[in-house]
Structures are given as structure tokens and as C-alpha cells.
């Protein structure tokens, strides 16, 4: 940087760049509206005041705002390359996230980080990495990688990582396991920051997770969990994502005190929201929507977050800041017209104007290491009638244990026309141990066929439910013969699947492909298969095999009581 050039063109000596003129900039610092104009030279603001440039657009009143940040995002959710991912977020205002690999690390480890760091060097969004600090997430199941504080010391200062990515293990800080210790001790001497996973934790335990060096948290469901963990010094994320949606419940938290230590996220996002509601806009449109002072809400997507992970010259419009830019219509539908980045107009009307380079990515496909299943590696074996069956919530990722009968036949289950009792499996895919996992679901109520997919928080093995074993079989072997994806099978016919090349978590394919194949795939569950409608049956599915939320799950090695933390019998 030329300090010295851009402090002649800052007093006027020589012209700036690119005058955006006549706009109304929202003020971040001093929660105002400036009516002045914006002067850019090398992709920095360098001036506030009245300018002119070589190039000037008059913006004729419009507001004007620093760029969108996403202060946790996992972009595997999206089922998109983060090549797409970028096409599809830049657009609708977002020019930073912060995003966590957690879901690629689990299958590809290291070489699932380098992936992310690599795919989003040049993009037209600023990425900053946070490392997965649970792979896997825990030890009752197999993942495809096991990552140390010794392994996460590789990335700890490449330039875009901030620190250690959500740390679920919180029975771990509170029992000082030396692996959760270690990693920690890493970001520490590295003066790294630490987010938080911390659903429920209060009292003594949140005050040892905090003391532990932990500072942000995303698992907030309610205002008074949110209020706690303020009052304790941690940052607090407000999410509204695809799966979890907590944003109008921790806004009635919100005073002019606190909201300075909120900032928004969506954590999980997929193409059929990004399309129809849009990204971090669509957390700032629902905030104002519900009361949220326009310009609060706005600190909350910008200011709020760069100062939480310190972002340097991030979040804001003023001198020395990048030039990361949103023009909107106005405060309330806060509808964005154009995005500047780094002084460069690269979207308009909802409408990427850049293009992307595919990156190499050799070492995060063909992620599925089994060639096929048989109807034998399927069957479960059961003495008694009275089992242990997932009972599912609506429109809740948290389940239910509970007693049923069943028919047996030969001491085996037995599928009963008409009862919503299903079989579920869980069939580990990244080294070919050969383990598969089973239980019984009821509350989903798939008629007729079978859903399989290789998204199967967090280890990502392959998960299908069904009612029939021929289309369990068929579902599991497409998903198999794809690499992963996605499979629906009714009558011993694939109904329609989407392949997921990268990791068996993303295509390589374009948003609007993958949102096409998505939303089929979706019509086809609850119209032909007749899935509850009160779960969406892809998360639901994929949840089902995550071991840390309460009260019962399933992974490859067995059906796992999270309440008591230990295997249980069918």
C-alpha cells in the first residue's frame, strides 16, 4: 500500500478511483445515516465527504452499508462447491464468512481443510477458516479421519484461520480429556479464538466452558440461555438456517446494552433457501421484521462480527476499511440492488457478475470405500417383540426413546403393512470395517420405498430408512455406485438421486442443478413416499446419526442412548 499516494488523493491532490456519490451510508460506529459520498482507490475506502473520481456513480439516494459477514457457516450444508457457494451468497450481500469445515474434515481430514482453504483463495468472498475441533465428533463412531492438536498445528497460522471451529465436546472441557486440552493449549499459544457449541449449558459448567477460553456460541434457542451466556462474556450468534431457526426467539433478548455482543449467522443453509430467501440479508430482513431497530440489525451482520473474530479493516465504511459494499432501496425490505467488493462491482440484482476457476480436488472424491451391501448385513436380530424404537419430534432435531412391540419372524424384525415403525441403518463407508448400525424409527412415516444418503452428521456414513429391505438394498447401492449422494428407491426402482462428488457432502455441479435435483428429490419424499410433513426428511435423516443430541441415535457401531451417553440393545 502506497501510503503516501492514497493520502494525496484522500486531500484531494489527485482523483480517487471510483466515487460512489449521493448515497445514504449506514454508520456503524455512531448508529447513523450519512449523506455523503464514498471515495475508493485500489479497492479501499479512502475518503467520506464530497469527492470526485475518474470513475463516478451517482447511487441517487440509496443506502448504502458495509458487506454482509456470516459468522459460522458450514458450506458443505449447502451441497454446493464453494465456487457456487460463493455465486450464491455474494449476490445477496454476504462478502465474508467464517466458515467451519467440521463436515469434510470428517471425512477427509486434513485434506479436507487444504480442500476448503484452496477452493476459496481467489474468490469474490472473504474466507476465514476456523479448524474443526471435533473429528471426529465423538468416540462412537467411525469417521474418516481423527485430527490431534499436533494434526490442526499445520493450518494454526495460515493467514485465513482464526482459530479452533465449534467445540461440542463440552463433557471434555468439564473432564479435562487431554485431547480437547491440547487443542485448546494450541489456539491459546497461537492467540487464536475458540468458538462454542453449547446447547443447555449453564451454571457451573458454563462458567468452566467460558473459563476454558471458549468466547462465542451459536446453540442458543432462548432468550434467557442467550442472556446467561451475555452476562458471562461470551459473543452470541443468532442463527436462522435451514435446520435451526432461532432468530425470533433470542431477538426478545435484544436491548441497546447488549446487542453490541450479537451477531448473526445461518450454520446451515441449503440451496432452496438460498434461492427463495437469500443469506445473512434474509437474518437481517427478519430481525427488522420483528422489531429490530434497521440499523442494529445491520451492525449485527457487519461491525458486530468483525470485531468479535477481529477482522481488520472489516465491517464498516470508512477510511482504510476494504471496500466491501451493499446498495439496498431501503431500511425496510433492505432489498440489495448491487455489492461491491474490494471496490468492484460484482453483483447486481441478485446476480453474480463473476466468474470462478474450478479448483482440483482429487483428494476429496471417491469417498465411498465399499463396494455394496446385501440384504444379510441388514437384518436385526431380536429375542423379544418389545424394542427400543427413535421416536421422532416435529420440526425438532431432538428425539425420543420409547418402548413399541414389533413382529418378529425367525427372531428377526419383521416389517409390519401399515405400522410406522421403520428400519434404520447406519453403514460405515470410509474404511471398509464393514459396520453397520441398526435401529427402529417411528414418526417418519415413509411409505413404500426408501431414502439413503452419505450427509450423516457428523461422521458422514451412509444412513437409509425404509420400509422394505429390496429398496433399502437399492437406495444404499446407488448412493455406493454415485460416490455419494443422495438416493430415493420405491419398488426396487430409483426414483431420482443427486450425486455428491466432493467428500460424498457437495456437488460439483451449479446451484440451480443442485436445487432442482434437491427440491425433486423433496416432492418425491412426502408425495410418493408419504414422509411425515412435519420433518424434513433429508435433515432429519442426517441428524439421526449424530450421538450428542438428546435422546437416542444411531451410528455405525449402534444405537447410542445420548441422555446416559452409552450403547443400548434394540
Do not use: W
Not at 456503524?28 to 456513480?57: C, L, P, R, S, W
Not at 423433496?522 to 435422546?551: E, G, M, Q, R, S
Request: proline fraction near 3%.
Amino acid at each position: 500500500m502506497n501510503i503516501r499516494c492514497l493520502i494525496d488523493k484522500t486531500i484531494k491532490n489527485q482523483k480517487p478511483e471510483l466515487v460512489l456519490k449521493n448515497g445514504k451510508i449506514v454508520n456503524v460506529f455512531t448508529h447513523e445515516i450519512i449523506d455523503k459520498d464514498i471515495a475508493i482507490h485500489n479497492g479501499m475506502i479512502i475518503g467520506i465527504g464530497q469527492y470526485d473520481g475518474e470513475q463516478n456513480i451517482d447511487l441517487d439516494g440509496k443506502y448504502v452499508a458495509p458487506g454482509l459477514i456470516d459468522a459460522h457457516v458450514h458450506i458443505e450444508s449447502s451441497m454446493l462447491s464453494p465456487q457456487e457457494f460463493s455465486k450464491a451468497i455474494v449476490p445477496r450481500g454476504t462478502t465474508t464468512i467464517i466458515a467451519d469445515p467440521h463436515e469434510i474434515g470428517n471425512v477427509c481430514g486434513l485434506d479436507g481443510i487444504e480442500y476448503i482453504l484452496d477452493s476459496t483463495e481467489d474468490l469474490a468472498l472473504d474466507t476465514y477458516i476456523m479448524l474443526p475441533s471435533c473429528v471426529p465428533a465423538t468416540n462412537f463412531e467411525n469417521s474418516g479421519a481423527v485430527l490431534k492438536a499436533q494434526d490442526l498445528e499445520k493450518f494454526i497460522n495460515h493467514p485465513r484461520v482464526l482459530g479452533l471451529g465449534e467445540l461440542m465436546n463440552y463433557p471434555g472441557v468439564i473432564n479435562k480429556d487431554s485431547d480437547v486440552l491440547d487443542k485448546l493449549e494450541l489456539t491459546y499459544r497461537n492467540d487464536k479464538i475458540v468458538d462454542g457449541h453449547a446447547p443447555g449449558v449453564c451454571g457451573e459448567g458454563l462458567n468452566a466452558y467460558i473459563l476454558s477460553g471458549v468466547s462465542t456460541d451459536h446453540e442458543c434457542s432462548a432468550k434467557e440461555e442467550m442472556l446467561e451466556k451475555l452476562r458471562l462474556g461470551m459473543n452470541v450468534l443468532v442463527r436462522e438456517g435451514s435446520a435451526a431457526k432461532d432468530l425470533k426467539n433470542l431477538i426478545q433478548g435484544l436491548t441497546v446494552y447488549n446487542s453490541h455482543r450479537v451477531m448473526f449467522c445461518t450454520d446451515d443453509k441449503h440451496p432452496e433457501d438460498l434461492l427463495k430467501d437469500g443469506h445473512i440479508d434474509y437474518n437481517v430482513r427478519l430481525a427488522i421484521e420483528n422489531g429490530v431497530d434497521p440499523i442494529t440489525a445491520i451492525q449485527m451482520a457487519t461491525i458486530n462480527p468483525a470485531t468479535c473474530y477481529n477482522l481488520k479493516r472489516v465491517g464498516a465504511i470508512a477510511p482504510g476499511y476494504k471496500a466491501n459494499i451493499i446498495v439496498f432501496d431501503n431500511l425496510k425490505d433492505f432489498n440489495i440492488e448491487e455489492v461491491y467488493k474490494d471496490g468492484k462491482l460484482v453483483a447486481k440484482d441478485k446476480t453474480a457478475l463473476f466468474t470462478t476457476e474450478t479448483k482440483k480436488c482429487d483428494k476429496v472424491i471417491n469417498t465411498v470405500h465399499l463396494t455394496s451391501i446385501s440384504k444379510e448385513n441388514i437384518q436385526i436380530d431380536l429375542n423379544k417383540d418389545e424394542v427400543n424404537v427413535i421416536q421422532l419430534q416435529p420440526h425438532s432435531l431432538i428425539t425420543k426413546k420409547v418402548m413399541r412391540k414389533v413382529d418378529i419372524k425367525e427372531n428377526k424384525f419383521e416389517y409390519t403393512k401399515g405400522s410406522d415403525i421403520l428400519k434404520l441403518a447406519v453403514i460405515e463407508r470410509h474404511k471398509n470395517t464393514k459396520n453397520v448400525g441398526l435401529g427402529l424409527v417411528e414418526n417418519f412415516k415413509l411409505q413404500d420405498g426408501a431414502i439413503a444418503t452419505t450427509i450423516a452428521h457428523d461422521s458422514h456414513n451412509i444412513i437409509v430408512v425404509g420400509d422394505n429391505d429390496e429398496d433399502i438394498l437399492n437406495a444404499v447401492n446407488e448412493v455406493i455406485k454415485m460416490g455419494g449422494g443422495i438416493a430415493i428407491s420405491s419398488s426396487n426402482t430409483i426414483l431420482d438421486s443427486l450425486q455428491l462428488k466432493i467428500g460424498g457432502l457437495m456437488s460439483d455441479r451449479d446451484i440451480n442443478y443442485v436445487n432442482d435435483k434437491f427440491s425433486n428429490l423433496i416432492d418425491i419424499a412426502y408425495n410418493k413416499l408419504h414422509v411425515n410433513k412435519d420433518i424434513d426428511p433429508f435433515l432429519t435423516l442426517a441428524f439421526l446419526a449424530l450421538p450428542v443430541i438428546p435422546d437416542i441415535k444411531l451410528t455405525d457401531k449402534g444405537l447410542f442412548d445420548v441422555v446416559n451417553f452409552d450403547f443400548i440393545e434394540i
